[in-house]
Nanobody, 124 residues
Framework: QLQLVESGGGLVQPGGSLRLSCAAS????????IGWFRQVPGKEREGVSC????????NYADSVKGRFTISRDNAKNTVYLQMNSLKPEDTAVYYC?????????????????WGQGTQVTVSS
């Protein structure tokens, strides 16, 4: 069974940091581009960052550029999202998604497999 599992979410104060992990089971991630998305109730799912299957290219939403870093360790079958200088507006459920053979995209409809999400809350 193909599965993605996110972890690392939680409550953090503004200016703090979190590192999210996206681990795959039932398949290997090295053939997949991976995207991180976030969603708040009543709003469309927003692309945050993505990385190609090799890790050679990344992309970020303007709202997180310079604060978030995506990386991957194919040997561990895991992708990470390091989030620094967090703001209250970063509060959302964060999802990772896998796109077989993709080049990396911030468009949610281009992804084939999704995790269940992890809550990130930025609040004092």
């Amino acid at each position: 069974q193909l599965q993605l599992v996110e972890s690392g979410g939680g409550l953090v104060q503004p200016g703090g940091s979190l590192r999210l992990s996206c681990a795959a089971s039932g398949f290997t991630l090295d053939a997949y581009a991976i995207g991180w998305f976030r969603q708040v109730p009543g709003k469309e799912r927003e692309g945050v960052s993505c990385i190609t299957s090799s890790g050679g290219s990344t992309n970020y939403a303007d709202s997180v550029k310079g604060r978030f870093t995506i990386s991957r360790d194919n040997a561990k079958n895991t992708v990470y999202l390091q989030m620094n200088s967090l703001k209250p507006e970063d509060t959302a459920v964060y999802y990772c998604a896998a796109d077989l053979g993709g080049w990396g995209s911030l468009k949610y409809y281009e992804y084939d497999y999704w995790g269940q999400g992890t809550q990130v809350t930025v609040s004092s």
